[in-house]
């Protein structure tokens, strides 16, 4: 017994240095496990688990926990994930202007219901063309105009083709706002309406909240959720698989019905295209032409009136605690 | 033929030194009053500043569409004005137009005052400006913005340089004639200021070499400045900005505004300083050629601007640019070209124009014009993105600048007219020693046309009496 202790005691620390050492990179994948109690309780069941660094050892299946790893803060969310290239197909066949993926979006990043990370539109190019529903992401440019603008790289263009904002640099210049040609950039205006437990969370530029006043804030490819092995919850909120999110890299996109596809086929099948091409920004999102809908086309003349509300007192009415 | 200092009259130096400096001797109720309304107007804005601090910028009616308002047209207006000081002082000097030294005081102090709260906009408009330091900590070079930090820091010191350098000769005649009349603290910055100026032909060559160096590197800075300004709007893909003229555009925009603010602060400083016997008509005639020539500059740069993408009227400009000429702008658009660049054009064009009053009006709907005119650049272009505005709250499509902004611009208003004032009474408003040079010039150009003029009827009767004989 004596010895079976000495043993545990060493595999305790080593366990804890790997976790620490190990945290940012894999972890999460892992699912590792919660040894630290100093009580033994001893039980039946034992389960065989993975270090950080490939290590396999047992422990007791009750002291085990789900582990995921913080989404990193400021330095390491500079990086982004290695490897991925991470690409958003829309398919505007399918869309129905539900705005679910804006809803979906709003909930999970607790957005003030005035901005929408991902907005839908109704388009019309021409009066002799159709009307179709457009739903607008950040498009994560590869020539991002917002990013080339911000005086102190508060903005910033990561190796897996995010684009996100840091906002405890932001200093609320707003010239990001002034060059982003898709407006997709929201500005937190003045105090941001936020419930105890979100501002309890630690800040990550990867999921944008807690947010602060002053800075400015847009969709984010949830890359906190991608960490996770998790879709961006607008493409799994989608009700119509409408939305496709992969990586580039592998070729494969999949959206909410659980469906994988090639993004080279899709693009060519689709004749997929890219909103603004001739603006050079080279957006990471595609859009599949409204060809053969499955739903109504929008009633163009059915535009809601601008809603006469005071800037203020709209977040008030909405609040999400 | 030898011109000595006694040769010139002494009387008329005297005279000179002491109209200079009679208001520096006394400051009078109505200054005092002036003062008052001034600090209480600054006060006010600065109340609403810090209102806005507390609350955020949406304390002011900019919201995500209109994210730059009214605080960024006064920005681009300000730093459009310091081309005053540049205009008059590095141009005329480089120029060598003798005419110009009654005038280069008030011009070069425009320059520094508007520079000074040209600085100040950009920081009020900040959301987050207790994070200005990040801009030294994390600057990219790559960013126009921080292109305009620099520029504009340097323009500054420049600026600031050019302002003080001809006033040291100013600062030891203070020095001198002030003794008794102001408290000895002032005396001890005048005393401070002057540097141990003597006025040994020495200093006065020295400080003629440092100020033409100092105008051949000003006249380029100004250029760059107004340009990178210029810049933080070129720079993006918008319709409206997305111009390879705006760089020239808005450099003769600034000149369009600041050569009539140099007209503006001539005529004030005349009135209020009794500067008539040394500011003349003839300074009126000439500055005002000056300003004609350049407000065609800018109507030329307006025409350049507008009736190229008029004329093709692509998706984006086309949508923006019927909002300017039939559609919600169209009035303020028509006004403005019509009303302060075609009109002041016409009235300027005639001597009777060019008199003071009509002058003086000219300019005053040429400053305010050119103030509107930055706010029609900025504000319908973010009105127009490429993304139709649909289902936004009422006030993220509409923008009108709100009592914040107001009051926090005409505090930054009142702060340069605080400013001009005080060093108006603290610091002689004409460089005394070179409109004593340009006394003597003249005075040298008289004596030596006499000579002339004797010479030749001499050489006349010579002639008479030869062909006589």
């Known amino acids: 017994m004596n010895n079976s202790n000495k043993k545990t005691t060493s595999r305790r620390d080593f366990l804890q240095k790997g976790l620490l050492a190990g945290t940012a990179i894999t972890a999460s994948v892992i699912g590792l496990k919660k040894v630290f109690s100093e009580e033994e309780m001893q039980s039946a069941d034992k389960s065989i688990v993975f270090s950080p660094n490939g290590k396999v050892f047992t422990v007791d299946t009750n002291k085990l926990c789900e582990y995921t790893a913080p989404p990193p803060t400021n330095d390491g969310a500079r990086i982004g994930i290695a490897g991925k290239k991470f690409v958003m197909v829309i398919d505007l066949a399918k869309c129905d202007g539900c705005k679910a993926c804006t809803e979906c979006c709003q909930a999970m990043h607790f957005t003030e219901p005035d901005k929408e990370w991902i907005k839908v539109f109704k388009m019309q190019d021409a009066e002799t063309l159709i009307p179709y529903y457009f739903p607008k992401p950040c498009f994560h440019c590869d020539n991002p105009p917002c990013t080339k603008v911000c005086p102190v790289n508060a903005t910033f263009k990561r190796q897996d083709g995010i684009v996100l904002i840091d906002n405890e640099r932001c200093i609320g210049c707003r010239s990001c706002m002034a060059a982003c040609p898709y407006s997709t950039r929201f500005f937190n205006w003045s105090h941001p309406v936020q419930s105890k437990e979100v501002t309890n969370i630690p800040y990550s530029p990867e999921h944008g909240f807690p947010r602060r006043m002053g800075t400015v804030e847009k969709c984010d490819f949830c890359p906190h959720m991608i960490r996770q092995g998790k879709m961006p919850t607008c493409v799994d909120g989608c009700p119509m698989g409408a939305i496709w999110f992969g990586d580039q890299n592998e070729d494969a996109v999949t959206n909410s019905e659980g469906i994988t596809m090639r993004l080279s086929q899709l693009i060519e099948d689709n004749a997929a295209y890219r909103h603004l091409e001739d603006l050079g920004t080279e957006p990471r999102v595609y859009y599949l032409p409204p060809k053969n809908r499955k739903y109504p086309k929008p009633d163009m003349n059915e535009q809601p009136q601008l809603q006469k509300v005071k800037h203020g007192e709209m977040n008030m009415g909405n609040m999400q605690m | ?469």
């Open chain 2, 1 to 469: 033929m030898e011109i000595t200092e006694q040769q010139y009259n002494r009387n008329e130096v005297e005279v000179l030194r002491e109209t200079s400096i009679r208001p520096l001797r006394q400051w009078g109720t109505k200054v005092k009053i002036w003062l008052a309304f001034l600090i209480l107007v600054c006060g006010w804005g600065l109340f609403c500043f810090i209102y806005q601090l507390q609350h955020g910028l949406g304390a002011t009616a900019m919201r995500n569409y209109v994210s730059w308002g009214l605080y960024i047209a006064t920005f681009v207006f300000f730093i459009g004005i310091s081309h005053s000081g540049t205009l008059v002082s590095g141009i005329l000097r480089i120029t060598k137009q003798p005419w110009r030294m009654p005038i280069t005081r008030s011009a070069e102090l425009m320059t520094f005052v508007s520079l000074l709260f040209g600085g100040i906009m950009p920081i009020i408009d900040l959301g987050r400006p207790d994070r200005l330091h990040h801009i030294v900590l994390f600057g990219r070079l790559q960013s126009p913005l921080i292109w305009d930090v620099i520029c504009i820091g340097t323009y500054f010191v420049g600026s600031s340089m050019f302002l003080f350098l001809p006033m040291i000769p100013d600062m030891a005649l203070c020095r001198d004639r002030l003794k008794g009349t102001a408290s000895k603290f002032r005396l001890w910055i005048y005393e401070k200021l002057s540097l141990g100026w003597t006025g040994t032909p020495m200093q006065h060559k020295r400080l003629e070499l440092t100020m033409t160096i100092m105008t051949i590197i000003i006249i380029p800075i100004a250029v760059s400045v107004h340009t990178v300004v210029a810049y933080i709007f070129a720079m993006t893909l918008r319709p409206g900005w997305d111009s390879t003229v705006f760089g020239p555009y808005f450099v003769a925009g600034a000149l369009y505004s600041g050569s009539a603010t140099v007209i503006l602060a001539m005529a004030a400083f005349r009135k209020f300083y009794h500067l008539e016997k040394y500011i003349t008509l003839k300074h009126f005639d000439l500055t005002g050629r000056i300003v004609l020539a350049l407000t065609l500059i800018y109507a030329y740069m307006n025409l350049n601007e507008y009736w190229i993408p008029a004329y093709k009227m692509a998706v984006g400009e086309g949508r923006l640019l019927n909002d300017l000429f039939s559609g919600t702008y169209a009035k303020v658009f028509w006004i403005l070209q019509f009303g302060t660049v075609l009109l002041p054009i016409i009235a300027m064009s005639f001597p009777a124009g060019r008199k003071p009053l009509p002058l003086i009006i000219s300019c005053i709907i040429i400053v305010i014009g050119a103030w509107v005119k930055r706010y029609i650049i900025v504000v319908p272009t973010l009105l127009h993105p490429y993304m139709p505005i649909q289902e936004v709250p009422w006030d993220w499509a509409h923008y009108f600048p709100n009592w914040v902004e107001w009051s926090v611009t005409m505090g930054c208003f009142a702060g340069i007219f605080l400013v001009i004032t005080l060093f108006a009474k603290l610091f002689p408003m004409m460089a005394i020693w070179e409109v004593e040079e340009g006394m003597k010039i003249e005075e040298t150009r008289r004596l030596g046309m006499e000579i002339f003029k004797k010479n030749e009827s001499e050489e006349a009767k010579v002639a008479t009496t030869d062909g006589n004989k």
